[in-house]
């Protein structure tokens, strides 16, 4: 699975953004993505997560209410709409794929980055205050 994350960029505090993960491969559907962001200095921490149906999502504390996550299989699609951005928002957004996070029972793993499979490279997003 390749991974190719887009839409960053600079907005101000406040605004939206709406971030895409293109991925290619025939078993998209059978992926958790996650989405991972690290700012500078910063260890990459957890966003999002959207399990390979759609059916389940996550979300760190600082994105709950503010970002949506959600997907297209059909087009081997994963979107990060954000919201109401803040300063600290900013960093560069890294999409990833990983097959044995999410049974649908145990959700644990769904925030570790160590066990995602697959990598896009990153998009910068940065929003000034």
């Known amino acids: 699975v390749q991974l190719q994350a887009s839409g960053g960029g600079l907005v101000q505090a406040g605004a939206p953004l709406r971030l895409s993960c293109t991925a290619s491969?025939?078993?998209?559907?059978?992926?958790?993505i996650g989405w991972f962001r690290q700012a500078p200095g910063k260890e990459r921490e957890f966003v999002s997560a959207?399990?390979?149906?759609?059916?389940?999502?996550w979300f760190a504390e600082s994105a709950k209410g503010r970002f949506i996550i959600s997907r297209d299989n059909a087009k081997n699609m994963v979107y990060l709409q954000m919201n109401s951005l803040k300063a600290e928002d900013t960093a560069v957004y890294y999409c990833?794929?990983?097959?044995?996070?999410?049974?649908?029972?145990?959700?644990?793993?769904?925030?570790?980055?160590?066990?995602?499979?697959?990598w896009g490279q990153g998009t910068q997003v940065t929003v000034s205050s």
């Open positions: 990833a794929a990983g097959l044995a996070i999410y049974s649908g029972i145990y959700s644990g793993y769904v925030s570790r980055p160590q066990k995602y499979d697959y």
């Open positions: 491969g025939r078993t998209f559907s059978s992926y958790t």
């Open positions: 959207i399990s390979g149906s759609g059916d389940s999502t």
